[in-house]
């Protein structure tokens, strides 16, 4: 059968938003709405709250590899991973000029600096730590939890945006559920029909996403489930079902998940573009919504190498996703230097050793020379799990 042109149009739009480190999209919806964009970096802002005060959320996820770095490794060692070299390559280039302010989540030391450091070189704008609980009791994370988005709240409103106002966030919320209920069919249907839904595809579209309001991502899932799921044109190929697990914060090449593709490997479960599903479910529409905000942070978010788990066994969600999955295999897929995805990696190791699923492991940069070796590892992996998968 023939491809539908209308998929192939969608996903070409998608990349032209994923490759476009200027944020053009950005300065056009700017200079049609008048409001202030504001960017985060991964893994998870509440971006409900910055839609209710008419702000545009705009996730970064550091330069393509392609982009030379020069001035960020004046202020980072070379070896430090690419995302704070390159965001800060992107800031003094004038790249990210069309925002206002920037919100750095707490992910790890190095975000921690890059945000003293963008105040220094950028004293003009917003700049916001999202200092997130690791204590999960209502009474004292969820009170501090609370505390830190009302003071976000309060900056975003001293710099022009509205008030935060309970009908207005209960909307947002509304919103972004519908978002990451079709987030979670794009995944439900990669999972039953992985070559409908490559993955090289759904993270152009999943990165594209991070760029524009919700009212017109929202839609871009919604015609891109519509078109990938109709589409019979592609057909099953015998290829390792596999789970990618530690790249969520720094993301990997999009020339390095092609490479896993081509490899003979169906990923059909992965932790990119993690703020699309750090929340697992919907979020309640009654009661205090910022409340619920915090709640949902506190009771239902996926289990990250950034949050401290006291009750349960570290690895018991991946066990839980593999099963879920039907993955045939593991792939420990993690950058370079990631302290928090490298310090949990041996008791997801172990997860997947109770679970009875082979795995292997790797580490990339940006480096794209590195791409034949990797493409070489996992495709003897998965050349193993179809040779001997069951004996």
Known sequence: MTPDPRL????????????DQALSA?????????GLAVGFLPIYVPRELLH?????????????????????????????????????ELGLNGSYDALDGLIFPAICDVIRNLSGMWQMLFPHVLVHYLDVPQNFDPAIGGAFYRRDLEMLARALEARGARPLTDDALRQSIALYNENRRLVRDLYALRRREPWKVPTAEL?????????????????LFAEYLELAESDESRRPQDQARVLVAGSFCEQPPLALIKTLER??????????????????SDIPLDGDPLQRLVEAFLTDAVASPTRYIADGVKGAELEQRLA???AEGVLFCAPSFCDPALLD???AVRAAERAGVPWTAFKYAENSGQFQVIREQAGTFADSIKLWSGV
């Not at 192939?8 to 490759?19: K, P």
Request: one cysteine or more; a negative charge.
């Open 203 to 219: 993270y152009v579209v999943l990165r594209a996403a991070l760029l524009l309001p919700v009212e017109e991502a929202t839609p």
């Open 263 to 280: 490899s003979g490997c169906y990923i059909v479960d992965d932790d990119f573009v993690q703020v699309h599903r750090f929340i697992r």
């Open 345 to 347: 990696q041996p008791m």
């Open 26 to 34: 950005v300065s056009e919806w700017k200079t049609r709405t008048g």
């Open 52 to 88: 209710a005060q008419g702000v545009l959320p705009v996730g970064l996820m550091g330069g393509r590899p392609d982009l030379e770095i020069i001035k960020g490794d004046a202020y980072y060692q070379s070896y430090i991973c690419h995302l704070p070299r390159s965001t800060i």
């Open 324 to 326: 879920e999955s039907g």
């Open 8 to 19: 192939s149009n969608l996903v070409q739009r998608a990349d032209a938003l994923f490759r």
